[in-house]
């Protein structure tokens, strides 16, 4: 694994502290699954307590890398506003921003080297 500030959070639903992903300088980087993809919001999700840690380590840009080899880009402003989603489904109250606020790019190789 790529030198980087780990977040760890509490899972509710497994009850143990999970790896969400990595703080690398302003950036915060996470891999995500097609199963991870909430179609009733038509986006992805992070973990309230997880934003709350990357808005006091001034994280200033999310960057989810696909399985499908793209990334989506937002910055924290996005995750933050009054309009997005929090719900719990099981695993404690998470944020869930649209995948049409998020940038698309693809670079597989790139997301293969952080993890």
Known sequence: ???????????EGKKAMMFVG???????????KKTHFMRVVQGYGLQSTAVDELRRRKVEKIVLHHEDG??????LVDWLQPDVSTLDLGHGMQRFLPQNRMLRSGNKKQAEELF
């Not at 694994?1 to 899972?11: I, P, T």
């Not at 793209?70 to 910055?75: A, D, F, M, P, R």
Request: proline share 0%; net charge positive; hydrophobic share 40%.
């Open 1 to 11: 694994m790529s030198a980087g500030r780990q977040v760890r959070v509490w899972d």
């Open 22 to 32: 990595l703080i690398l300088g302003t950036e915060f980087h996470r891999n995500v």
């Open 70 to 75: 793209y990334t989506l880009t937002s910055t």
